[in-house]
């Protein structure tokens, strides 16, 4: 199989760029100001609802074939690494509402030429949603305009309106899917109420995999999703039922994901700019380099939540340059991510953290 060589050529940058990526930033300010406004603090923009802060290990596997041992999979190795399992808005909504979901990694301890928008020093992040394989807009023009469109006006809506249209988002999401048109959007306020650690999680957008390119997910192990206590929670009485599962479910045992990497095998079928574009698996599955393991813990309290909810950033800056996040949605986060996680603590009046080792966290 003959995989797409990196280079940057493959990016095609816009005039425009400057403009649309300002303006998504100051659209999520707005937003963030709303929910700040209503809930008396600053939180994330999306994704403002931790369910599980978590330690663990990364182990890169040995035996890799050229083209997945790139980067920080080039050789076998044993990394520290923090994760932040949350729900989708950028507001704190009860669990009866069951959201679209994230899972952000923080790989500690990196080496490597970093790229130059990088903010911290020694760590790799990666962002992941669940079950979609490719973004919702193509490029980050669509996604102003249906941030404009709906997202912006979340927070001025009832709690009831949101759980309403969960229950519509959920039944036509089923519909569609029996006659096998699924709606990618649905699932904002209509996402399944599966276990967080049910979920499979990708990066959606594309990066640079050394020498190649390639999109990354998160896969439960067999395992894992045998030892959950339950795969489908019941919504309604407790407010915070997902965090709830996570902390049950940790303090009897811990969880594991297999990272994998889909490679790019052509430019036009699997591309950089349109991030929307799901790439067929069938030309090119995703493909195991390493394993997450998260040890029983406490998967979610007040000192963790100081930590990982109010003073730690994950961002996909935060990136050896054989990581580099490629295509327009990628260079949007570059320029967003940092304005918006500079105001919320900023607006909190709390100093960010850059974790060293996991010893650097609270348990």
């Not at 990694?105 to 790229?115: A, N, Q, Y």
């Amino acid at each position: 199989m003959t995989y797409v060589r990196y280079s940057s050529a493959l990016e095609e940058i816009k005039p425009e760029e400057a403009e649309t990526f300002a303006r998504i930033a100051e659209t999520f300010t707005g937003v963030g100001e709303k929910v700040r406004d209503n809930e008396g603090r600053a939180t994330r923009v999306s994704h403002a609802k931790s369910t599980g802060l978590l330690k663990g290990e990364l182990e890169i596997l040995p035996g890799l074939s050229p083209e997945l041992a790139q980067g920080i999979a080039s050789t076998p190795a044993r990394f520290e690494v923090v994760a932040r399992l949350a729900q989708g808005p950028g507001e704190h909504l009860d669990d009866k509402i069951s959201t679209h979901r994230g899972f952000a990694l923080k790989i500690l301890g990196v080496d490597g030429p970093r790229i130059v928008e990088a903010v911290e020093a020694a760590t790799q992040d990666w962002l992941f949603e669940a079950e979609e394989t490719g973004f919702l807009n193509k490029d980050a023009g669509q996604f102003l305009l249906n941030l404009k469109a709906g997202v912006s006006h979340a927070p001025d809506l009832p709690e009831g309106v949101k759980k309403v249209v969960r229950d519509v988002s959920a039944a036509t999401q089923t519909a569609l899917k029996a006659v096998g048109l699924p709606s990618r959007s649905l699932g904002f306020f209509g996402h399944p109420p599966r276990h967080p650690l049910a979920e499979t999680y990708f990066s959606q957008a594309p990066i640079r995999w050394g020498d190649h390119v390639g999109k990354l997910g998160l896969y439960p192990t067999q395992e894992t999703v045998d030892a959950l206590i339950e795969t489908a929670l019941e919504l309604g009485g407790d407010p915070d039922v997902f965090r709830h599962a996570m902390v049950e479910q940790f303090a009897q045992t811990g969880a594991a994901f297999e990272l994998r990497v889909q490679l790019s095998t052509d430019i036009d079928s699997m591309p950089i700019e349109d991030a929307s574009v799901r790439w067929d698996e069938d030309d090119s599955p995703y493909r195991t380099i390493g394993v997450i393991r998260f040890p029983a813990q406490s998967a979610w309290n007040d000192a963790k939540a100081q930590a990982w909810d109010e003073r730690m950033g994950f961002n996909p800056a935060n990136s050896l340059e054989a990581h580099r996040p490629l295509g327009q949605i990628m260079r949007a986060r570059l320029f967003v991510y940092k304005r918006l996680q500079d105001w919320r603590r900023a607006t909190n009046a709390v100093q960010k953290v850059e974790p060293v080792s996991l010893a650097d966290l609270p348990d």
